[in-house]
Every structure is written in C-alpha cells, then in structure tokens.
C-alpha cells in the first residue's frame, strides 16, 4: 500500500498531518542562493551531496543554480537520480561487490559516473566492470587527509593505485578524493581551520605525487557544510561537496562561525503534534525515534523557548515544558530542528514545502532507503 503524502499543495500549514518532515522554503532557496553565489566565480565547481536531502527535486534546484552534477554515497542512490535526469554523479564511496559493480558499470550508458578506490584489488573490479557493460567510469583515489575512515595515505600510496587506474581499461583517472569528515563538526572556527589545513597540504601532496609519475590530476574533491569555506580558498581543491548546507541541522547549528564565515539557516523541521500533557511540567508529542535521527542528539524546539526535548522512544517524543512561560496545550505543533538531518530526511517519505503558511509543494524522498 502506498504511503499517502501528510499534505497537498494549496492545503494550509495547519492542516499537514504530523509527524511531517517539512522544509521552509523560504530560507531553503536563500540557503540554495547563497552557496551557488558563494562558489559561482571562483574558478572551483559546485557538487552538492545529495545524500542529504534524497530528493530529486532539491537536487534539480542545485543543478540549476550552477552545480555540475551531484554526489551520491550508494549505487541505489545514483540510480534514483540517474532516472530522474541527473548527468553527472559521483559516489564518494567504494563500491565493492560484483552485482553493485555491474549495476555502477552499466549506469555509466546514461550518465557521466565516478567513484572512488582505496585498494588495488578493486581497480581490477572496477576494470572488468566496466569492460564487462562497455562502458568508461571516472576513477578517483580516496586519500585519507585526517579522517581514518576510507582512503590511502597521501603522496607515493595516491601515486601508485593512480598508476593502476590509468593503466586500467574502462577506467579513467580523473584525481582524487580529500575530504575531512570528522572537521566538519568541530566547534571553533580555529579548530576547522586548523584542520583543513593538514588536509590541503594531504591533497597538494598527492596531487603533485600524481603529477609526478606523468599523471594529470585534474580533480581535487572534497570538502563539507562545515569546511567548504578553507577548501574553496586553498589554492589546491577543484570541487566542493558540501550537503547539510541545504536544511541545516541542530549540531551544525552549534558550530561558531567566524565574522567572514557564511550562515545558512535551518529550513528542515520536523513538525509534531503535543498529544499528552497528563504528567505535569511535560508534554509528549507524536514525533519520536521513527520520526528523527538521534546520532546527533535530540532535536531543538524551534522558536518555542523553555521547552527541551529530553527523551524519546518509537512513536513518542518527551519535553520538559518546566521553563516555558506559557506550557504547550494539547494539539498544539511544534516545529522541531533535527539533529542530524542526513538521516531524518531518510526516515521520511515526503518532504513539506511551506510558504507564507500555505502548502507550496510535496516532494517524495525518492532514494530514501537507498542503502545498496
């Protein structure tokens, strides 16, 4: 059975069922805006990641704001926005795994496809892949500038599997991949910027490691919501990848920014209904680990002072109202900023589009559940 959108365009806001993930369009599009202005003329390219959002709307917003193509994280999530008329799409992952490599190869018929590689083993894969679909796929090296998650070190490990994708038929060297998740989260402008820093020379090394053994590295890729600012400034990157820029969440909202640092807003909320208000100083809503990720933490009740949303279990989410001066009545919404909205975006299967308190569109999250 199909899941029925919470909301028809035309509808007002007050009638969206809840739990709803819902997206204020307003700050969405000035947060679209600002990025591509911010980008747009400085000889770098935009590729937003869309795994984040999910949602082949927001990424057709990006790509006609000036975005190149997007990244994805899975297959399944590049065969979603192939479908829907994406061209160019690059998975910041490794693929490994003889039906998702067949599937990546033969996607390539209908779209420009890169990924990513940290083993020589799966350069070979890769190779017979793409040889096996008739196609070319676009090969970057996964360098490991400070995360330690995937990626080689950098300099002479980059040089040699770039040595091996060159040589490789069907495969198509095009640079590598730097980017430094575990900054992007880090709470002072100092400490990002200290990071990045031992990033950008990770990447030059690499670079000119590449360049070394006769090689072109026409691609330096990277860079997130949190950092995109030092990577688009290095002098060494090529193409920004940040996502979260889009919706904002509640831990990006804890990261001070400096003066000339840009600030996007949250648009992404999660709009509940207070179903309970039996147990005194409390209410509950209808939003709860089903509705939201709480990797991140719990969500922020926006515009609603006093009130903390302390705990939560499937279906229920609890407040403590204690400090509000005027304590939430049964029925009333809240609009709650998540956490992390990477992974509540994938728990939802429509996204809300409000403006000026009307229903303006209902997108579907079309790769939600997109793991393979």
Request: glycine content about 10%; proline content about 5%; charged content about 20%.
């Amino acid at each position: 059975m199909p899941i029925l959108p919470p909301a028809r365009a035309g509808d007002p806001v007050a009638a969206i069922d809840t739990p709803a993930l819902v997206v204020d369009l307003d700050a969405f599009e000035r947060n679209l805006d600002l990025m591509a202005n911010a980008v747009r003329g400085s000889g770098l390219a935009l590729r937003p990641h869309a795994k984040s959002h999910k949602c082949v709307e927001i990424a057709q917003a990006q790509v006609e704001r000036g975005a190149i193509g997007i990244c994805c994280q899975k297959v399944a999530e590049a065969e979603v926005f192939v479908a829907a008329g994406v061209r160019d799409v690059l998975v910041t992952n490794e693929i490994v795994g003889t039906g998702k490599l067949r599937r990546l190869a033969t996607l390539a018929h209908r779209a420009t496809l890169g990924v990513l590689v940290d083993d020589a083993g799966n350069v070979a894969e890769l190779s017979a892949a793409a040889a096996g679909a008739g196609t070319t796929l676009d090969v970057l090296v996964e360098v490991d500038v400070g995360a330690h998650r995937c990626g080689v070190p950098p300099g002479e490990p980059v040089a040699q599997l770039a040595v091996a994708i060159a040589a490789a038929p069907g495969l198509r060297l095009r640079g590598i991949h730097a980017y430094h998740g575990a900054a992007q989260h880090l709470r002072t402008p100092a400490e990002r910027r200290d990071a990045i820093a031992g990033a950008v020379r990770a990447a030059a090394a690499s670079k000119a490691a590449i360049q070394a053994a006769g090689l072109r590295c026409a691609v330096v890729t990277g860079a997130g919501t949190g950092t995109w600012q030092e990577e688009r400034d290095s002098g060494v990157y090529t193409e920004l990848q940040p996502g979260s820029y889009v919706f904002m969440d509640a831990d990006y909202g804890r990261n001070a920014l400096a003066a000339d640092q840009h600030h996007f807003e949250h648009s992404l909320f999660v709009l509940a209904t207070v179903m309970s208000v039996a147990v005194p100083a409390q209410a509950v809503v209808d939003a709860g680990l089903k509705a939201l990720a709480f990797d991140s933490g719990p969500p922020l009740v926006y515009g609603a002072a006093g009130l903390e949303f302390t705990k939560a279990s499937d279906e229920h989410g609890v407040l403590d109202v204690a400090a509000a001066a005027r304590p939430p009545r049964l029925g009333d919404r809240l609009w709650l900023v998540p956490g992390h909205c990477d992974p509540t975006v994938n728990l939802h299967d429509w996204i809300v589009g409000v403006r000026g308190g009307t229903v303006e569109c209902v997108w579907p999250v079309a790769a939600r559940g997109a793991l393979g």
